[in-house]
């Protein structure tokens, strides 16, 4: 491990008991140690999503973990230093990391351990002050679309596509060539699926007998796909657009599970991460701008207000900014 300007103890966003919000506050801890196949953060900035609220509240503990507990499960930023068997990234790298396992503390830090396997190079064209809101979603809507497994030129309808893992969805699916039904969430939603290029941009909170009716205008076999990233009855009302045969994937965790419905399938899935999978992230990615949709940004300091946010509407992601 190379040392550097490392110092031994930094800021964190931390809690010591399991609750609401309110128990997340700004903490000095040590900087943690680094094994052979680990590399340290510097974070520059941290997603702030649901699974780190499930965190908070005891329902969803990483392995490992103790307290005091330093949430969040993507971030990105520079390699401070690396362990002996490291070879992907070096030191100084920029890069992007999903923290699957974090027993020495998530990325609401100035620093944080994680396994060099869970870590890529940030790729040209993600803003570098954006790219910790990412990699959680990002590889989860990569997962979904890889379950529907739909050839270029079908029709997919991404549901909740306004919404953080949506709205990348929405750029994955056209960078393999699919056709974007997008149903985002109000007028700010459908504008931000419309920028990204989604071929048709519908309302979920509109007149869902127009919305059926206009997806059977582009679509009159039905689409090939619907991804959902949220559940309820809205959701149940367009998977009737689905053909005979098609498939709804969802990401486990989507309350209430879509129902199962006769001639089609379907199937829950969970964001996969890895070398392979992040290598293949990278490569969409860099097939042009890619944009990760930050609806509000917080310093490290105020991690409990962002997780209020959490509770709240709002398109795309939040975000910590650290560095």
Known sequence: ?????????????????????????????????????????????????????????????????????????????????????????????????????????????????????????????????????????????????????????????????????GHLAVQLAKRQGLNVIAVASGAEGVALVTRLGADLSLDGHGDLTEVLARIRDVAPDGVDGVLAMAGGATLDRLAGALRDGGLLAYPNGVQPAPRERPGVTVQAYNGETGPERLQRLNEFIEAGPFQVHVAEAFPLGRAAEAHRRLQTSFPGRLLLTVR
């Open 1 to 165: 491990m190379a040392a550097g300007d490392v110092p031994e103890r930094m800021q964190a966003a931390a809690f010591d008991e399991f609750g609401g919000p309110e128990v997340i506050t700004l903490r000095t801890l040590p900087v943690p140690q680094i094994a052979d196949d680990e590399i340290l953060l510097k974070v520059w900035s941290a997603g702030v999503g649901v699974w780190d609220a499930f965190a908070r509240e005891g329902t969803l503990v990483p392995e490992g973990a103790a307290f005091p507990m330093v949430p969040g499960t993507e971030a990105a930023g520079t390699v401070a230093a690396v362990g002996r068997r490291v070879t992907n990234v070096a030191e100084g790298d920029l890069v992007y990391v999903y923290g699957y396992t974090r027993p020495k503390g998530g990325f609401y830090a100035e620093y944080a351990a994680t396994k060099a396997q869970y870590v890529a190079k940030l790729p040209s064209g993600v803003p570098a002050e954006h790219a910790g809101a990412m990699p959680t979603d990002a590889l989860t809507a990569l997962s979904g679309l890889d379950v529907l497994g739909l050839p270029a030129g079908a029709w997919v309808l991404i549901f909740g596509a306004s919404g953080g893992q």
